[in-house]
Structures are given as structure tokens and as C-alpha cells.
């Protein structure tokens, strides 16, 4: 693992909110784009390992055909990461990775679904949010688990598919808790770039499948992070 001090990190800390906050005037919860006119959704995600004391990672994407549910492109991309983990500043750790993946990808996506937030984020600065400057393309953040701001604590929706609560910070809607399948814990979904949260929700729902409770780009990509880890892991060991 890349070592950095304290001091070292309080300096990265400063400059990723130097990026951040140029960033955050460009967030619009809105579409800006007809819900007909979606027809390929990528699920992201990324796995870590360690090997010899540094640090490796994977990005996966997989695309799905939004009203099949076919696949349609894998992709992923891999390199050693130099960035440190930084609570709240997780897209500088993750987004070259990302953009690597993207850039190999030859049928274009309408939409991203990210394996982690957006909105619902401290600085409202999730990897969703903050990848979708960069892809120029609606996202979406789903979550697993929740992300405590300011020590606001969200309501459990009804024990129905379909039933949420939305999460509120200071009186402002940052994301919701959905339940996607009965008798299984929520997820937690949030606006990433270029959508508003009803649309992520239709959305999202219609993802979701008997298999798991994550909607299927999402699921797909953590799967297949999981393969690539392995096999890059014990390739490179």
C-alpha cells in the first residue's frame, strides 16, 4: 500500500475540495433526456487487492440493453492505484479506472449506474456525481449501505417492492432508501448527474430482477469484478 502521512493527506484533502467545489455548480437533478430515448445502461463498479505492498484495481462495465436485459459489452481495465483512500473523496481514487474502462467500450451508453453514491455524499460529490462530468452522461448512484451525513439517520420503507423513504439532510432530499424486493434490506439510491430521482427510481425498478435486490447493470458489474480480480490477482502473484 502506497504510504502517505497525515500531513500528506491533509494536502490531497485540500486539493480534491479545490476540485469538488468547481465541480458542484455543474450538478442538475433534472433529465436532460426523454426516458424513451434510453436504451443501454452500464453498471460500474471497481475491486481492489494488494500484492508485494502496493496497491491494484479493477473497473468493470457492463452493458445492458434497458428493455431486454440482454448484455451487450463487457469491459474492464486494471493498473496499480496511487491515489490513498480518502473518506468523501473516493472518485480520485476510482476515476482513472473508470475513464480507462470507458474510453474501450464501443457501443455507447445513454446511462451510467454506479456501484456506489451521488447526491448522497457529504459534499453532494459521490462517484456518480462526479464521474458523470467526465462521461458526459446521466448517472446514477446505488449504494448497499447507508451513508450516515451529519448524523441523519433514514426511515426503513414499508416491507413492499417498490416502497421508499426519501433521505433528508437539513430539509433537502439527498437520496431515498428503496426496497426493491420484500423481506431483504433496502437500497440507497441518489441522483448522480442529468437525472432527477423519480426517473432513477422508474429506472431502477425496472432493473431489478428475481436474482438480487441490486438492479442488474450494477449487479453484473460487481460480479464481474469479483472474476477479474481473481484472475488478475493470481496472474500477477
Not at 20 to 31: A, W
Not at 180 to 191: G, L
Not at 195 to 204: E, G, K, R, V
Request: proline content about 4%; charged content about 25%.
Amino acid at each position: 500500500m502506497i504510504k502517505v502521512n497525515k500531513v500528506n493527506n491533509k494536502i490531497l484533502e485540500q486539493e480534491f475540495l479545490e476540485v469538488q467545489s468547481k465541480l458542484i455548480p455543474g450538478i442538475k437533478l433534472e433529465n436532460n433526456f426523454k426516458t424513451e430515448e434510453i436504451r443501454y445502461i452500464a453498471g460500474v463498479d471497481l475491486a481492489y487487492w494488494n500484492m508485494s505492498g502496493e496497491d491494484f484495481g479493477t473497473c468493470c462495465i457492463v452493458i445492458i440493453d434497458y428493455y431486454s436485459k440482454e448484455v451487450v459489452e463487457k469491459v474492464y481495465s486494471h493498473g496499480v492505484v496511487k491515489v490513498p483512500y480518502i473518506p468523501g473523496f473516493l472518485a480520485f481514487r476510482e476515476l482513472p479506472l473508470i475513464l480507462e474502462a470507458a474510453n474501450k467500450l464501443t457501443v455507447e451508453p445513454d446511462l451510467y449506474m454506479f456501484d456506489g453514491n451521488g447526491y448522497l455524499h457529504f459534499r453532494n460529490m459521490g462517484i456518480a456525481t462526479h464521474a458523470a462530468m467526465y462521461l458526459n452522461k446521466p448517472t446514477i448512484g446505488v449504494a448497499k449501505s447507508y451513508l450516515k451525513i451529519d448524523n441523519t439517520n433514514f426511515i426503513m420503507p414499508d416491507n413492499e417492492v417498490g416502497a421508499y423513504t426519501d433521505i433528508l439532510v437539513d430539509g433537502e432530499v439527498y437520496g431515498r432508501a428503496l426496497r426493491t424486493t420484500k423481506n431483504v434490506k433496502p437500497i440507497f439510491i441518489s441522483c448522480g448527474n442529468w437525472i432527477d430521482l423519480d426517473t432513477c427510481t422508474i429506472i431502477i425498478m425496472e432493473c431489478i430482477n428475481k436474482e438480487s435486490r441490486l438492479p442488474i447493470p450494477v449487479r453484473l458489474a460487481d460480479l464481474e469484478t469479483h472474476k477479474v480480480r481473481e484472475r488478475l490477482s493470481q496472474k500477477f502473484c
